[in-house]
């Protein structure tokens, strides 16, 4: 690392990109889906302003910032705020929805007390988060419907905010008690990000179904959020003396180069045989268990930390390589870049209209749907630099299904009521 030009790199970044971030970053919404990429990226990119100008990483780092920065700009100029439209429900849908809500809140409370016991009770299974990814291997779908939890508990928010009903102290009462449940049971998982974003998903929910959020209470949930994932991580880390000391949370501040890191390893490695998209195809192969496909193909995380980082971890962990390295290990590093770049603004575009739609759609269901989309498509876009994509959407998939589910029973029951003229989950009350 040269000095000298790690100077010149801080004052053109201090100098020049500041102002002009600050300057996009102030207009009237913060939680856009540009926004909240932006934030997750240059927060998992600083490492990028210690390298000096000769490295590659620091001139992808400023690239995907321009593009984000652009992208910003673009919302301000030409995208519209949609004002949330409220929905008119059949007699009865909101209680069957909400009860349906509880039965699979207890579901997977049962599923995670079974996994817990399976592991020879909680004191044991605290002792494997660790080696999470060897001791979980073979139990994806119990983990995918446990997770399952923290996007319903967005779910619940959403239909509560979408009626054409002002929510009372009650309503807000028995959310409050949900993300309680849901915020224990999926913390127990080991994922931090699973966890967070059961909080920042009811932010965003918030922010454009009903008014638009403080700075100030944004500022206070990003300095929450920055100190809880460094002090999950540091308790994940030593499970058997949890202490959380200030070099304890030191030792988690590797997350400050989450998007950058891969990319140094890309490029230290010098790997010239291509995957060709192979990596791409495990957002659909990955559905598929591996008991009836043993062989199918490996994971972009997987190949990447076995052939780039030379297995540094034996199998214990993997490094997600993030979209601009997987889209490099496929195509090369200038058709890989242009890829990522395509792929970025893609899942902007996608986000974007699932949010519109979502927001204008006057049916209960339909609208949960489009809001949940919209949801699952940010959570992609907005982590794309530090995510394995392709592991990512065969994790979302299942739980978009359980919520598909969840509407469509729903919907099921209501038909039933109104044919045999049932009143007995009607007269269920707050």
């Not at 919404?29 to 926004?35: G, N």
């Not at 409370?109 to 605290?126: C, H, R, V, W």
């Not at 052939?307 to 997987?326: M, Q, R, T």
Request: charged share 15%; proline share 3%.
């Amino acid at each position: 690392m040269d000095s000298e030009l790690n100077f010149p790199v801080l004052v053109f970044f201090f100098l020049s990109l500041f102002p002009i971030t600050f300057v996009i970053l102030i207009g009237r919404d913060a939680l856009t889906p540009a926004r909240l990429f932006f934030y997750k990226f240059f927060l998992t990119s600083l490492g990028a302003l210690l390298l000096d100008l000769t490295n590659p990483v620091f001139w992808v780092f400023l690239l995907i910032l321009v593009l984000a920065l652009v992208i910003i700009h673009v919302e301000n100029t030409f995208c519209v705020k949609v004002i949330n439209v409220r929905t008119r429900e059949r007699p009865g849908e909101w209680n069957n929805i909400r009860i349906l809500i509880w039965l699979h809140a207890g579901l997977c409370l049962a599923t995670q007390q079974a996994l817990i016991f399976s592991f020879g009770g909680l004191e044991a299974y605290f002792r494997l988060l660790e080696l999470r990814v060897v001791e979980f291997a073979g139990m994806g779908p119990y983990l995918v419907f446990i997770n399952s939890l923290g996007w319903i508990n967005g779910i619940f928010l959403i239909i509560i905010l979408a009626r054409n009903v002002l929510p009372t102290r009650r309503f807000w009462l028995e959310y409050s008690l949900h993300t309680l449940l849901s915020l224990s049971v999926v913390s127990l998982s080991g994922s931090r990000g699973a966890t967070l974003h059961i909080l920042l998903n009811a932010l965003i929910i918030f922010n454009v179904m009903a008014r638009p959020v403080s700075r100030r209470l944004l500022y206070g949930f990003g300095v929450f959020g920055i100190l809880a994932a460094l002090t999950m991580g540091a308790i994940r880390s030593d499970l058997e003396n949890i202490a959380v000391s200030p070099q304890a949370l030191l030792a988690q501040a590797n997350i400050l180069g989450y998007s950058t890191r891969p990319l140094e390893v890309f490029f230290e490695a010098d790997v010239e045989e291509l995957e060709y998209g192979m990596t791409l195809l495990t957002s659909f192969t990955n559905l598929v268990p591996r008991a009836i496909w043993p062989d199918k193909p490996d994971i972009a995380g997987v190949i990447f930390t076995r052939d780039y980082a030379f297995d540094a971890w034996e199998g214990y962990s993997n490094l997600a390589p993030g979209i601009i390295v997987e889209m490099m290990m496929n195509f090369g590093f200038f058709c890989g870049l242009l890829m990522a770049l395509v792929t970025i603004s893609a899942f902007w575009f996608a986000a974007s209209a699932l949010l519109r739609r979502g927001l204008q759609c006057k049916a209960l269901g339909k609208k949960a749907l489009l809001l949940a989309a919209y949801l699952m498509t940010l959570n992609v876009f907005s982590g794309l630099t530090i995510i394995d994509l392709g592991y990512t959407i065969s994790s979302l998939v299942p739980q978009f299904v359980f919520i598909f589910l969840l509407i469509f029973l729903a919907k099921i029951v209501g038909l039933f009521q109104r044919r045999v003229g049932s009143s007995s989950w009607k007269n269920v009350s707050l």
